[in-house]
Every structure is written in structure tokens, then in C-alpha cells.
């Protein structure tokens, strides 16, 4: 059932309407805390949508709201399961999405 929820919602968080994608990008910030762990299985699923775009943004909103996400994944969700799908993406990333996710990785 997760899965199923997370792949309708996944192309929501870099949908190519700004105002959609910060949306989702603050739902999300609002799930990680009530679904924790339980995240766990769509972690590497999600690490990609959240990240990719949305950390190099030059709207302000959706790089707020994208660092915001993976503040709250940090604080809220078992860090070794963020580990390797962080390292994998700071690997392919440039500019500040890449400085921000080495700074969390540190």
C-alpha cells in the first residue's frame, strides 16, 4: 500500500508546476514525523525525487522546502538508512545541492 501511495505522489515533488512541487515538498516535510521508519521501504525512492532538482532550485520556496524534507528524514528516520542513498546522489550532484548533502553526510 505504501508503494502504491508514494508512486502516485513521487512525481509531485518535481512536478514542473513550482507551486505543485512546493506543495508536495511541505506535505512531505508534514508525513516524515508521523511515518518515521515506516518509510523505510520507499526511502530510495524518495531520496531522488526530493533531491534531484529541487536542492539546486533558484526558487526559494522549493530549495527551503527540499531542505527542509531532508532535515526532518535526518532527525526522524534511522540515519543508516539514509546513508547510502544520500552518499549515492551528493556522488552525482554539482553546486549547493552537492555542498548541502555533504554537509548532512558529515
Not at 514542473?16 to 516524515?32: D, G
Not at 522546502?65 to 552525482?92: E, G, M, R, Y
Amino acid at each position: 500500500m505504501l508503494f502504491q501511495i508514494f508512486d502516485a505522489f513521487k512525481p509531485r515533488l518535481h512536478d514542473s508546476n513550482s507551486k505543485v512541487n512546493q506543495v508536495a515538498l511541505e506535505a512531505m516535510h508534514k508525513m516524515i514525523p508521523l511515518l518515521k521508519d515506516n518509510l523505510s521501504p520507499v526511502i530510495n525512492m524518495l531520496i531522488p525525487a526530493i533531491v534531484d532538482n529541487n536542492l539546486n532550485s533558484k526558487n526559494p520556496g522549493i530549495y527551503t522546502a527540499a531542505t527542509n524534507v531532508i532535515q526532518a528524514l535526518c532527525q526522524h528516520l534511522d540515519t543508516s538508512l539514509l546513508l547510502q542513498p544520500l552518499c549515492t546522489k551528493a556522488q552525482f550532484l554539482s553546486g549547493k545541492a552537492k555542498q548541502d548533502l555533504t554537509e548532512k553526510l558529515a
